[in-house]
């Protein structure tokens, strides 16, 4: 005859805890509710940046660093131009440089391009702007990078870069 009131086997033995009926105290039956609060922390440390470039030609870069004593949560990049006239445009592309563990061929990681920047009326201010899906953890000197990649062939003007981040200390 088979033995009915055995001790099972698997989990239960392999913590310790082989009873026949229902599991000790510690380990709950009920699924417990936790809230997730690091997002509410980090409502309060968020900061912006900026920086208004002046540029004539393609290659300009707009930088924005990290300070030796702080740590970011790259949120969101915003760039905004001032077009003058409605033939201007121009388009960036937005990376990061000076990563940890740099590996030499890699010195600029593009993670946005802007769409093409261009204006239907004169003196308008197009702007084109990325909310990042998950934030990038940017180390102390660490630097935020625009590139001017494409423009026309006008006059010197300011383009501003944004940027929105948590600021760690």
Sequence with gaps: MPQTNRIPGGFLDLIGA?????????YSDTLQATIESKELYL???LKGNLISQNHAAVGVAADITVPSDEHWLLRCVNVEAVLPLTTDFERWVVGLTRLPRD????????FWSTRLLQTAAAGQFPSDAFMLPDPILCTPGMIVR?????????AAR???LRIAYNKLT
């Design 146 to 154: 625009a590139i001017l990649k494409e423009r026309d062939a006008s």
């Design 18 to 26: 082989e009873t026949g009926g229902k599991n000790p105290s510690q």
């Design 43 to 45: 409502g309060q440390t």
């Design 158 to 160: 300011n383009t501003t």
């Design 103 to 110: 590996v030499g061929f890699l010195h600029h990681a593009v």
